[in-house]
């Protein structure tokens, strides 16, 4: 009996790693078996070509390494993940919330590419993942739908204004700025949940956005 996998996404400062939290907690108290994972898995040293990447060993900009390059540093990382931390868990009939997951790589990745191949590169990353690598398919992918103003304060908040720590993906507002166009394409191809996080020019509360995304989750786990 396999589980069920839920994802939690959206771009840098979003709020993911809160509300992937939220949600767990939530759950638990209504007497479900979750497990919670977050990718990049940074215990993990299936994570460090991910991590090198991020860092900017491989080029000071994201579209330094190109998008199926990248990708694979990613799935790796989910492999071992789900090889070594949650397979038997979810093939049990656990759930699993995931902050990140495939889907990612489809918003970081998408927005290096020309739109017109944004389909092509889908279908091989969906492919790779859930077929190749035979990593499980997602069940229900909630997106975090923020402004990249917006995130960026929070992030700038995060690291105290200390703005050499972010990676390179969120200290490129331009990159982000395409990602988050293909998190739109993909969350409409796909059928995502998206909520909204933000007016524009300040975010919304956490409790509000928490109790969007868990009241979500118990609409699809009812069905």
């Given at each position: 009996m396999s589980g069920r996998l839920v994802i939690i996404e959206g771009l840098d400062g979003s709020g993911k790693a809160t509300q992937s939290k939220l949600l767990v907690e939530a759950l638990i108290a209504q007497g479900k078996v979750v497990k919670a994972v977050s990718f990049p898995n940074y215990?993990?040293?299936a994570?460090?070509?991910a991590q090198m990447y991020l860092n900017g060993e491989f080029g000071t900009h994201p579209e330094d390494v190109n998008a199926y390059a990248a990708s694979t540093f990613y799935a790796v990382d989910r492999y071992a993940s789900y090889k070594t931390g949650w397979q038997t868990f979810y093939e049990n009939g656990g759930i699993v919330i995931a902050d990140r997951y495939t889907v990612s790589n489809a918003v970081h990745q998408c927005g290096k590419l020309p739109k017109e191949q944004w389909d092509e590169y889908l279908e091989w990353l969906f492919d790779f993942e859930y077929e190749k690598l035979a990593i499980p398919t997602p069940n229900l992918v909630i997106y975090l739908d923020m402004s990249i103003d917006v995130s960026q304060k929070l992030m700038s908040?995060?690291?105290?204004g200390q703005e050499g720590k972010k990676d390179i993906h969120e200290?490129?507002?331009?990159?982000l700025a395409k990602s988050r166009t293909g998190a739109h394409y993909c969350a409409e191809k796909y059928g995502w949940k998206v909520i909204s996080c933000d007016d524009g020019s300040e975010p919304y509360s956490i409790e509000s956005i928490s109790e969007e995304v868990v009241n979500t989750v118990q609409e699809y786990l009812k069905a």
């Open positions: 215990e993990s040293k994570s460090l070509p908040k995060r690291y105290a200290k490129d507002k331009e990159h």
